[in-house]
């Protein structure tokens, strides 16, 4: 399995907030990505990194923000979490963008009531 | 804006049987599709990982087969056993609307019966 690690697992937090989830790797992939899963929506993506301090949106980027410092370090941030962002979410990474594997973490369930 | 449809959304076999799993999509302008399993409350496992120009993909019971034109991918399985009970889920990479956008099915969710 590849070397990826999500904290917190768990995290309940009320409503206006801030949230910060961390994703971490040992395999020294250049594409790191946030992906939200929810009841039939499937996975969709936050957004993505494609090298330090080098970041994009996804197609649910809104109310969160990214940050990635070093190579193995990727932040997900909920500046003022809403009980819209209850959800699992999933680190990823690649090391190449286009053409490879996307390795997944075990991910974080955040409640936010 | 790619859509990624897997039908049906629940199927439950008994062991043994072999079986086929369905993905389509609706843009085949795509750089490659990835079959992945996910176990209740677990992240993802990648099964197998089809480029644009390839037919199909095997990985020991496991044989992905991708036609672009039609906008289609299988997961076979052979010999079903009672530990491949897992939701599984396609995922397209596509080369419009970004480099990066992965567009997920909402997935199978397998049973096998022992």
């Known amino acids: 399995d590849a070397g990826i690690t999500q904290s917190p697992r768990h995290k309940v937090t009320e409503t206006g907030t801030p949230v910060t989830l961390r994703c971490h790797q040992t395999?020294?992939?250049?594409?790191m990505y946030w992906y939200r899963q929810d009841p039939g929506h499937g996975l969709r993506l936050i957004h993505y990194?494609?090298?330090?301090?080098?970041?994009d949106k996804g197609e649910v980027s809104d109310g969160y923000s990214v940050s990635r410092s070093k190579t193995e370090d990727f932040l997900l941030t909920l500046e003022s979490a809403t009980s819209s962002q209850t959800s699992v979410y999933f680190c990823?990474?690649?090391?190449?963008?286009?053409?490879?594997?996307?390795?997944f973490g075990p991910g974080t369930r955040l409640t936010v009531l | 804006k790619q859509e990624v449809t897997q039908i049906p959304a629940a199927l439950s076999v008994p062991e043994g049987e072999n079986l086929v799993l369905n993905c389509s999509f609706t843009?085949?302008?795509?750089?490659?599709l990835q079959w992945f399993r996910q176990d209740p409350g677990k992240g993802l496992t990648s099964l197998l990982l089809?480029?644009?120009?390839?037919r199909e993909q095997t990985s020991g019971r496991l044989n992905a087969s991708l036609d672009k034109s039609s906008g289609r991918s299988t997961l076979y399985i052979a010999a079903s056993q009672p530990g491949d009970s897992a939701t599984y889920l396609c995922?397209?990479?596509?080369?419009?609307?970004?480099?990066?956008?992965?567009?997920f099915g909402t997935g199978t969710k397998l049973q096998v019966i022992p």
């Open positions: 990823a990474i690649s090391d190449e963008g286009g053409f490879d594997t996307q390795y």
């Open positions: 395999e020294n992939h250049r594409y």
């Open positions: 990194s494609y090298g330090v301090k080098d970041t």
């Open positions: 843009d085949s302008a795509i750089y490659n």
């Open positions: 089809i480029q644009s120009s390839q």
């Open positions: 995922a397209v990479r596509g080369n419009s609307g970004g480099y990066q956008k992965v567009t």
